[in-house]
């Protein structure tokens, strides 16, 4: 595969990580809407800590 730019492949395809948004519904009402910028947390130490409370199984 060849890379056009210089930057990360991931984020030609998402956008900056700033401008990404988390949502947060329950039983299907949204509970949070956030842009990931403006989160006390940042998105790894998120998806740790759901990833751990959340039975993949």
Excluded: F, K, W
């Excluded at 492949?9 to 988390?22: D, K, W």
């Amino acid at each position: 595969m060849t890379m056009r730019g210089g930057e990360d492949r991931s984020i030609r395809m998402v956008g900056p990580p700033e401008a990404l948004e988390q949502r947060c519904l329950m039983d299907g009402t949204l509970r949070q809407h956030a842009r990931v910028a403006n989160v006390i947390r940042d998105v790894p130490r998120l998806l740790s800590y759901t990833s751990s409370a959340v039975d993949a199984g």
